[in-house]
């Protein structure tokens, strides 16, 4: 129950201090954050390898510091933010 609180936490918290005006790598960055929050939530699960692999992805598309690859990486990442939620109502319901 306190895993999902604090996720929920996180991804609301990420989706809030983007506004619609924050620029996408601004928003690539907060979901990374987001992301590397939650890592104790999935440590342990199935998804973990998946969540990783979508992690390193996204770094390196924020490294790349273009408008196109901030954009990969805001898809990339909030599909994942995405994938976490999912997986925390079908673990936690």
Do not use: W
């Amino acid at each position: 129950m306190k895993r999902s609180v604090l996720l929920g936490l996180f991804v609301t918290a990420s989706l809030m201090a983007s506004t619609s005006f924050a620029a996408t790598k601004d928003e690539c960055t907060e979901n990374i954050h987001t992301i590397e929050n939650a890592k104790a939530q999935y440590s342990t699960t199935d998804i973990a390898p998946q969540v990783e692999a979508s992690l390193a992805k996204a770094k390196a598309l924020n490294a790349q510091n273009t408008k196109e690859s901030a954009k990969e990486c805001t898809v990339e990442t909030t599909q994942t933010i995405q994938l976490l939620r999912n997986a925390n109502k079908d673990g936690k319901s």
